[in-house]
């Protein structure tokens, strides 16, 4: 095996992961959108939004993802 394909498979690793974690990220949004008191679901949803200065696009895109679920919206077609 080559260096690249190597490199290609750790890589795919790497996305199987991630995907994951969004996927377990997003239950638990959904989970917890339900059982917060509503303050504290507007306080993690402003969190969420007011980090978005120190967040690279990648990171703050998932959490307005994060925030739409929490405000119980659907979550927006990719």
């Known amino acids: 095996m080559t260096e690249q394909e190597t490199l290609e498979k750790r ?11 969004q996927d377990v990220l997003y239950r638990i949004c959904r989970i917890i959108r339900t059982d917060l008191p509503p303050e504290a679901r507007k306080a993690l949803i402003s969190e969420l939004e007011g980090s978005g200065a120190s967040l690279n696009d990648s990171e703050n895109g998932l959490a307005d993802e994060l ?11 990719e």
């Open 11 to 21: 890589l795919a690793r790497v996305d199987q992961q991630v995907n994951a974690l």
């Open 67 to 77: 925030a739409t679920i929490l405000r119980g919206q659907p979550k927006r077609a």
